[in-house]
């Protein structure tokens, strides 16, 4: 007895100690950092991202294998798309999302008897094109970094805006996706706004060019017109140019038009029906070429008048003397 607890006293003990362990864990818990909310969303959708996104040339990865420290390589995939790993060799990486690349060289390992059913991570730790190049009607044309959560309208913004010519539609191409490219508005009030459509590393942005409607002929100012209003009529036009000329033949006016890829065709445009609202307006379209002549009839008078004119002005300036 006298080298032994009482029995008493030793549950006792043991319940402070359990409470003693259990009251530390809780500190620990509460001391310790929360990694798993911090930046949980941000990574979970870098994580998503970098799954889409395809591997090519000038990339860095990082390849390992779980539970095999030794197999722990930083590789960049070559001009051919190609990567070099010990026991492999060179493979074949271009094109591929990283989940595809982790089971072409899982298979290649395990196929190679070097392991087991190997667990292969495959990392980014550089893209090769992480810029966003943007082109056409933007006033800084470039290749611009991509830093973060990008948009299509960050990258606009970032070349400067679009230019007076730019079209309403730009053409989003992602890198590894040359054969599939997206056509998006510019415009406000369409499903896929530029506020919500992500960018990724590599991607190219080709801001449209707008159409153009050129008014020739007998009118007061030969011009091109952005066709900025997709329904901009004859009659419009006409008001841009300054009106018709007196010697205009209202009646024989006429549009060139170019349909797809077919040859130009000529369209009879009423000119004097349609300023006297008896024949409907019509639209233009893009590469129209609206052209009024002159009439022989009005510009044979009009130099009949003139002659008439210089000569009284002749008669009169002489018969002064």
């Known amino acids: 007895m006298g080298g032994h607890m009482p029995k008493t006293k030793a549950i006792v003990v043991l319940s402070v100690s359990v409470w003693m362990l259990l009251r530390a864990s809780s500190l620990l818990a509460q001391d310790a950092p929360d990694t798993a909310g911090v930046g949980s969303s941000f990574s979970a959708d870098d994580a998503a991202r970098a799954q889409e996104i395809s591997l090519g040339s000038g990339d860095l990865l990082t390849v390992s294998v779980a539970g095999a420290p030794e197999y722990h390589y930083d590789v960049r995939v070559s001009s051919a798309g190609e990567v070099s790993l010990p026991m492999l060799g060179n493979v074949k990486l271009a094109a591929l999302s990283t989940a595809e690349a982790e089971s072409v060289v899982a298979k290649g390992l395990e196929k190679g008897g070097f ?19 943007v082109l056409g009607e933007v006033q800084k044309p470039g290749i611009y970094p991509l830093l973060g959560h990008r ?19 730009a ?16 415009t406000r009030g369409n499903s896929q706004t530029m506020t919500d459509l992500t960018l990724r590393p590599g991607d190219t942005v080709v801001v449209s060019k707008a159409g153009m409607v050129y008014v020739i002929g007998a009118v007061r100012e030969p011009t091109g017109i952005v066709l900025d209003n997709p329904h901009l009529t004859v009659l419009q036009a006409i008001a841009i140019a300054h009106g018709t000329n007196p010697t205009a033949s209202l009646k024989s006016a006429k549009l060139i038009r170019k349909a797809n890829s077919s040859a130009p065709h000529e369209v009879p445009v009423p000119l004097d029906t349609i300023l006297s609202a008896k024949t409907p307006d019509l639209e233009l379209e893009a590469d129209d070429v609206l052209f009024v002549p002159n009439s022989k009839a009005k510009t ?12 009284a002005v002749g008669v009169a300036i002489y018969g002064r003397y």
Not at 115 to 133: L, T
Not at 171 to 186: A, C, D, F, K, Y
């Open 171 to 186: 053409t989003l191409t992602h890198r590894g996706e040359l054969q599939t490219p997206e056509t998006i508005s510019l």
């Open 300 to 311: 044979v008078a009009s130099k009949s008048i003139d002659a008439i004119l210089q000569t």
């Open 151 to 169: 948009t299509l309208q960050d990258s606009i913004a970032a070349a400067g805006g679009t230019t007076p010519k730019a079209g309403k539609t």
């Open 115 to 133: 392991f087991n059913d190997p667990q292969v991570s495959i990392f980014v730790k550089e893209y090769g094109s992480a810029g966003i190049s």
